[in-house]
C-alpha cells in the first residue's frame, strides 16, 4: 500500500501526528491527513507567520514568481514523480476521467509559469515593484501595496488546480498561506505545495495546507482569528456560514456559485461554420464535466441562419458524441444519474404535452442536449446537460439571462461580428464579467478579473506617501 500525504504543514513531524483521517483509493494508493488539532493548527499559524516576517515580507516579488515557475515547471515533467501521482490519483479523487486530468493540469501549470504570472502583475498594478517598495504613483507621490499577514482559504473541490492558483495569488502579494482544502480535491494543493518547499524551503516555510471536514468548527474558529484575509470558495450555503463566522474587521473574498452560457450569431451557423461552431460549444461544455464555473449551461442561438437552433441542438449532441471519444466524461454519483434521467423525463413530458422541444440523448447519461424554444435561462444539473435556446436577435439574450444576473460569469460568444462591442457592453451591465470565444471559454487567462474583480488587487491594501 502507498501512502500519500495530503498535507504540507510546516513544523509538523507526521511522527508526533496521534491521529489520521484515511481514504483509501485505487491501485493500493490511500491518502492520508492528521486530524486537525486546534492547538497544533494554532502552532502550525504562528510558525508559517514568523516564516513570513523573516523572508517572504521582505522579499523581492520576482524572486517568489522564479520559485513559482520552477515549481510548476517541475510538475509539469512527465517523469515528474509528483506529477505521476497527481495523473494517477486525480481520477479517483475527482471523478474526471484521466485525459481530462491530463488536459486540467496541462492548461493550469502553464498559468503557474514565469510569463504568465509576469504578465498577471503588470496587468493589475502596471509597476510589480509597488509589492516591493514605496513606487512613483500615478497622480504623483509615491504609492506601496501590502499583502495580507495571513490569509485564509477554504477551497472548493470540483476543479482541479482552481485551489492552487489561489495559493498562487496569495504568496505572490508576500501572504503567509493557509490552505483548508476540499474532501473532493485535497491532493494537487498539497503537491504543489510540497514540490515549493523542495525548490525554495524558506517560501515553502510561508505556506500551509492540509484538509478537515467543512463545518469543523474548532480548527476553523482558531484559522479565522488568526487570519486578516479569508477567501472562500464554494456554493452558496458554505459563504454564508462564512459570513456569519468570521470576525467583522477581517477582510472576506468570496469566489461563489456562478452561471455562464453560450450566444451563437448567424455568421457561425453558415453551413461551412457550422461544425466548428457546434465542436467548440461541446468542448465547453465537456471540459469539467460542466463543473467549472466557466462551463456553459445553456446555448443561445440566434434564429435566421442556414443551420436554425433546432438544427445545431442535433449538431451539438453529434459533436459531444466526438468528444466524448477524447475527453470521456468522469464518474458520476447514482443520485448524479437520477437527475439526469429526472430532467429528460421532464423534457420529454413537456414535449408530449405541445412544448416545442427537442430531445438528444447520449448512451446512458454521457451527455443531453435539450432544445427548447423557451428562451427564459434554466441552470443545467451539469455533467454535460445543455440548453439549446433560439433568439430572434442575438441582443435579446440579455433579458433572457438578466433574472439570473447576480449570479452571471462568462458568456462565450460565436458569430457577433461586428455586434460583438455591443453586445458585450449590454452584458457587462447586467454583470456578466467575462466576453470571450468558445474555445477559450473554459480557460481564462491568468489576467481575468475573476468574478469581476482584480485577483491580487482584492488582496492587498494601500498606502500612499504625499511628497
Known amino acids: 500500500m502507498t501512502r500519500l500525504d495530503a498535507w504540507h504543514l510546516p513544523g509538523v513531524d507526521a511522527a508526533g501526528v496521534r491521529e489520521w483521517t484515511e481514504r483509501e483509493l485505487v491501485d493500493g494508493l490511500t491518502l492520508r491527513t492528521p486530524v486537525p488539532e486546534p492547538a497544533a493548527l494554532a502552532r502550525v499559524i504562528d510558525h508559517i507567520r514568523t516564516a513570513r516576517e523573516r523572508s517572504l515580507a521582505h522579499r523581492p516579488v520576482q ?14 515533467r512527465p517523469d515528474d514523480p509528483r506529477r505521476a501521482l497527481a495523473e494517477r490519483a486525480l481520477p479517483a479523487l475527482t471523478g474526471y476521467s484521466p485525459p481530462m486530468i491530463r488536459l486540467i493540469l496541462d492548461r493550469m501549470l502553464a498559468d503557474w509559469r514565469k510569463d504568465a504570472l509576469e504578465t498577471m502583475l503588470e496587468a493589475e498594478f502596471g509597476d510589480p515593484l509597488v509589492l516591493d517598495r514605496f513606487r512613483p504613483g500615478p497622480a504623483g507621490g509615491r504609492i506601496r501595496a501590502f499583502g495580507p499577514e495571513l490569509a485564509f482559504h477554504i477551497f472548493a473541490g470540483n476543479v482541479p488546480g482552481v485551489a492552487v492558483t489561489s495559493l498562487v495569488r496569495s504568496l505572490l502579494v508576500k501572504a503567509a498561506t493557509l490552505g483548508k482544502t476540499a474532501s473532493g480535491e485535497p491532493l494537487l494543493p498539497a503537491l504543489f505545495a510540497r514540490t515549493l518547499a523542495e525548490v525554495d524551503p524558506e517560501l515553502g516555510a510561508c505556506l500551509a495546507v492540509t484538509y478537515w471536514p467543512g463545518g469543523s468548527a474548532a480548527p476553523e474558529e482558531v484559522a479565522f482569528r488568526a487570519a486578516d484575509t479569508v477567501v472562500v470558495y ?37 453551413e461551412a461554420e457550422v461544425e466548428r461552431t457546434a465542436t467548440a460549444a461541446a468542448y465547453a461544455v465537456a471540459t469539467f464535466d460542466q463543473q467549472g464555473c466557466v462551463s456553459p449551461h445553456a446555448m443561445y442561438v440566434e434564429e435566421g441562419g442556414e443551420v436554425g437552433p433546432r438544427a445545431f441542438a442535433e449538431r451539438l449532441a453529434d459533436a459531444l458524441a466526438r468528444v466524448q471519444e477524447e475527453l470521456p466524461r468522469g464518474r458520476i454519483s447514482p443520485e448524479e444519474a437520477a437527475t439526469i434521467h429526472q430532467l429528460r423525463g421532464a423534457a420529454e413530458f413537456r414535449r408530449i404535452a405541445g412544448a416545442d422541444i427537442a430531445l438528444h440523448e447520449g448512451p446512458g447519461t454521457l451527455y443531453t442536449v435539450i432544445y427548447d424554444a423557451d428562451p427564459a435561462f434554466a441552470p443545467s444539473c451539469l455533467n454535460r446537460v445543455v440548453w439549446v435556446k433560439p433568439l430572434p436577435e442575438l441582443g435579446d439574450v440579455v433579458n433572457a439571462v438578466r433574472p439570473f444576473a447576480a449570479l452571471l460569469q462568462t458568456a462565450g460568444v460565436a458569430g457577433a461580428g461586428d455586434r460583438l462591442l455591443d453586445l458585450a457592453e449590454r452584458l457587462g451591465r447586467i454583470g456578466v464579467s467575462r466576453v470571450t470565444d468558445l474555445e477559450r471559454m473554459p480557460w481564462p487567462p491568468p489576467t481575468w478579473h475573476h468574478d469581476g474583480r482584480g485577483p491580487l488587487r482584492e488582496l492587498v491594501r494601500w498606502t500612499d506617501l504625499d511628497e
Do not use: N, Y
Not at 452558496?236 to 462564512?242: F, L, P, T
Open 234 to 270: 464554494g456554493g452558496a450555503a458554505a459563504a454564508d456560514d462564512v459570513r456569519r463566522r468570521v470576525p467583522a474587521d477581517t477582510r472576506l473574498v468570496v469566489h461563489g456559485p456562478r452561471l455562464s452560457f453560450g450566444v451563437i450569431g448567424r455568421e457561425a451557423l453558415r
Open 63 to 76: 524572486d517568489i514568481v522564479a520559485v513559482i515557475d520552477e515549481a510548476a515547471a517541475r510538475l509539469q
